[in-house]
């Protein structure tokens, strides 16, 4: 009921090439690390699991899966609009091929230059299958996380890019878990919003970053809030126009993480700004808040044309 | 590639019952939680996986099993000084099997409640086997946390409690793991110090948890600190005499989670009257900190009887 010897060694994988952070008091390698959280700040935490076979094809690239998760796991400091701060990695693992582990670690340390996350400390176990939990923490300014409980009738509600091309490249990811091109990189590598989430705060009344579909991750918006969400289906940028036949998998499709937020309409130059200074050709108002409760999808003229099945069901 | 909808349903299981805490902005239920750190204060944090048949027996009773995890993911707290502040839980599971995810939450609510440690969010998933994911953090003041590297020569070395109870507990809770009783409670039940530990925040230079066995523990803060640790056997307080044949299990044994720890010689009346307080009976000085490398046991006539297994070997 202990450690096997080789798995202690794993953590030499890990030991190198993460960004550095002047918050970092005592780092990985003793019982704990240690960080400081800078006065004015509070510190926004996420924890997320992932299964092979069950959240990605355990037959692809290793370096492939860790980015993704530790990108996917970022993507919930994006939707409070915290600062990367770190993160904390929990890996079990059937053996310890040296050729994987290799790839796993590159895949991992990429992801982290790019979110700017330094690796805080860990944990390496044995198991039957591959569990990839990554504990992600953030900074935000006291008192202006972004939660899903604030929005306002009267509000916008905004998305922040493209949604359903990671739905849409699902099928070339499982037939061919190792294709790593233009085809598969809306699953592989979705682009997490950080910066934006950041820019928000202030801004937007709520947030969230879209897992499993924006027609019913909205719904847990209108749930907080105590309000209802009307969509505009022709104002949704979606990875196909509204006539093709996957268009509605775009709405339910998740994993493409964009975030979908709500603010008040006097911040609407504002964030078009700052949508515009990111690079985010994409992000654009698509409906409005109003008493009521529930999601609604409409038509050009109004119509009520929400479907069924709005997302994965977890009902 | 998505999660199946009962293990949504399983956070229900979790929502209640838990300590509270000032230092809590947002609550588990938002994307991230958020949490204040107070002035003065910095943010100890480790995260420690346990996987069914490799760290516990899966057949053992949930509650005791989510006690047991919860309780050694915050030994690391106790091993640097820090003040729990709580947890995030990551479970994969193989089903949703109602009546043990009642019992593991009620194990782990328990637990909670005597390590005072508010459950912040979390994540559930399924999968093959049953991987438990606990990442714990605790308030240390600024520049306070207990590392490992501080030992100087001269410095006493100490034991808070009696080792080995875990290690020869174990082939019961193996034959029989169901039994909750006094033979196993060393095993399901360790005693956690974070009370010892916070108080010994300004009066230890060095400290860690016991969980590979006593030597081999004592030598991480051997090389971290730079120093010798010598022990005297005669000293060590273990739960059979020096006589008995198993007494060599108790040095090489983990999972007593008694903390080892080093202190200046002028720190002794107050650690006695630290440990007299929080009723550490067996709480002990068992050696020295010298000049030199490694960790050497000796006899009360000064041999060196140090053993080859000095632990379970990581090498």
Chains 1, 2 share one sequence.
Not at 28 to 57: K, M, R
Not at 197 to 215: F, R, V
Not at 234 to 251: G, K, M, N
Request: glycine share 10%.
């Amino acid at each position: 009921m202990s450690r096997p010897p080789e798995f202690e060694l794993i953590s030499t994988y890990f030991g190198r090439g993460y960004p550095d952070s002047p918050d970092v008091i005592v780092p990985n390698g003793d019982d704990c690390s240690v960080i400081a959280v800078p006065a004015g700040y509070q510190l926004a935490q996420s924890i997320d699991t992932q299964v092979e076979d069950i959240h990605f094809p355990a037959a692809a690239p290793a370096s492939l899966i860790a980015g993704r998760a530790l990108r996917c796991a970022a993507s919930d400091l994006a939707a409070m609009g915290a600062a990367p701060q770190g993160f904390h990695l929990a890996l079990t693992l059937p053996n310890s091929d040296s050729y994987w582990l290799e790839g796993f670690a590159c895949g991992l340390r990429d992801a982290a230059q790019t979110l700017n996350l330094p690796l805080l400390g860990g944990d390496t176990t044995r198991g039957n299958s591959l569990v990839i939990t990554v504990a992600v923490q953030g900074l935000v300014p006291e008192g202006a996380a972004i939660t899903r409980g604030g929005a306002k009738p009267g509000d916008d509600i905004w998305v922040s890019g493209v949604i359903g091309a990671s739905a849409l490249a699902l099928s070339t990811v499982l037939d061919t878990p190792h294709k790593d091109d233009t085809s598969t990189a809306p699953y592989w590598h979705p682009q997490i919003q950080t910066a934006l989430g950041q820019g928000l705060c202030g801004l937007a009344t709520a947030a969230l970053d879209i897992s499993d579909g924006l027609l019913q991750d909205a719904g847990h918006i209108a749930r907080a809030s105590g309000v209802k969400l009307i969509l505009t289906d022709s104002d949704i940028p979606t990875a196909v126009r509204r006539e093709h036949p996957d268009w509605q998998r775009c709405l339910s499709g998740g994993d493409d993480y964009q975030l979908v937020f709500t603010a008040p309409t006097d911040a609407r130059a504002e964030i078009e700004r700052l949508s515009q200074t990111l690079g985010l050709k994409h992000c654009r108002r698509i409906g409005a808040v109003t008493d009521g409760q529930g999601v609604v999808l409409q038509d050009a003229t109004g119509r009520d044309i929400t479907p069924e099945q709005s997302g994965y069901s977890h009902f």
